[in-house]
């Protein structure tokens, strides 16, 4: 699996490539927003990023947009920022994740691992309450917005939106109960596996209100509807 990092402390960056070559995972490292920009240029050919947020040239957040226009590869921020207002701003711009430095590398391993894993397991993103003809279908149509399972592409009046691997996690559970009121607590057990003590409950906040900017525009109708006091539901 190929990791990209980028980092403009070398002694980061080399601590980081030796842990992760002993998890067999495969490393490219650039120190600069003009270096990568020109690097996922073409296509984003990574299974997860590891972003800094303050580079020589810029920051994280613009290499973060970047991706996120092209794929919905995992993202983690690996930030010594570690206030609310940077916290939401990161995942506002499209990341999965987030860790403070300095870090422990087995924590940053796990987290990898766990966005890796929420990115790929979209068969079981769905709660109890999903229904077998729900599972056969291969297309969704929700307000302006239309879902393939079979191929992960949303389309909102036709046009693909690029959505990040927990926007996309979080949309399928919506879409597989669709019309049943889910609680905060019944997607976050189901968006959050052995890694869930990473996220909290304000997290899924963020999250929502991503994914609905995404999917409805000003006027329409809300696609993910607000019980209040109780949680969300998708008619």
């Not at 997607?187 to 996220?199: C, P, Y």
Request: with cysteine.
């Amino acid at each position: 699996m190929k990791v990209l990092i980028v980092e403009d402390d070398p002694i980061i960056v080399e601590g980081l490539k030796i842990a992760l070559s002993q998890e067999q995972y495969e490393v490219e490292a650039f120190g600069t927003v003009k270096e990568v920009l020109e690097a996922i240029k073409e296509e984003v050919h990574f299974a997860v990023c590891l972003l800094d947020v303050n580079l020589p040239d810029g920051d994280g957040y613009t290499v973060c947009r970047a991706i996120r226009e092209k794929t919905r590869v995992p993202i983690i921020f690996l930030t010594a920022c570690d206030d609310e207002i940077h916290t939401v701003l990161a995942l506002e711009q499209g990341a999965d994740d987030y860790i403070s430095k300095p870090f422990r590398i087995r924590e940053l391993i796990a987290r990898i691992k766990a966005v890796v894993r929420r990115s790929g397991s979209n068969d079981n993103a769905g709660t109890a309450t999903e229904s077998n003809t729900q599972q056969e279908r291969d297309t969704e149509v929700f307000g302006r917005c239309e879902l393939d399972i079979r191929s992960g592409k949303v389309k909102r009046d036709g046009e693909e939106i690029f959505l990040s691997a927990v926007e996309y996690r979080l949309l399928l559970i919506f879409v597989k109960n669709r019309g049943h009121l889910l609680t905060r607590q019944n997607i976050l057990n189901d968006m959050w596996d052995s890694a869930g003590d990473f996220v909290n409950d304000n997290t899924l906040t963020v999250y929502v209100r991503r994914l609905r900017k995404k999917l409805e525009a000003d006027g329409d109708e809300p696609v993910i509807a607000t019980v209040r006091g109780m949680g969300y539901r998708m008619d």
